[in-house]
């Protein structure tokens, strides 16, 4: 079974707290104690997000590890074989997955997907694993960045948190750039099986995912078809 766990926003990188995305990611496992690794790359390997990382998984019982690109890097293949889980933080998407392609990394994470690994993220995270991201890695703009495509769609984090991505989600749909786009509001993740999203898991106050469409000059937010929600 293939696994992907899209969160829009929230969880151990902003505070360690209730830790229910993170319960809820690990609980997927049919580990009691599931190998998890941390790829922080989008931040830069960030060393106050990776201490965060170990304090929640460990006191979650995990096996914990993360992955530095930017001292000198493991054998990643073998690495990433030997896990149940992966976790991808947030950060500049476009910068994290051109150094994930310079040493092959996201092929592979496919194959790691494809055998079972259950992946999992927040925003740069989150977008990584779709068709495309719409993404803010440029200061100055929104941007739709082509993605690893391991599963179709566009996806777009923090939908209801940053004020430029309603607008912006909105302008490329009227101008049929996309005809679709999954957005997850923080404190919210998309859960996908064998590729297709199942569960819309809420952990914040009544947070939401969407399919977002532009019809009749109309902008449409729907239930993603098929999915059922949880609220942690």
Known sequence: MRQIIAIGGGGFGREIKDLKIENYIISQSSKHNPSICFIPTATGDNSDYIDNFYKAFESLKCKTSHINFFKRTINLEKHINAQDIIFVGGGNTKSMLAVWREWNLDKILKKAYDNGTILSGVSAGAICWFTNGITDSWKD?????????????????????????????????????????????GFCALHLVNDIPKFVVSFGNKSNSYDVCCKDNKIIHNQIKGTTKIQL
């Open 141 to 185: 703009h929104q941007a739709i960045l082509p993605c690893l495509d391991f599963v179709e769609g566009n996806f777009c984090p923090h939908y209801d948190e940053e004020p430029e991505r309603i607008p912006y989600v909105k302008e490329i749909l009227e101008k049929d750039i996309i005809k679709t786009c999954l957005a997850v509001e």
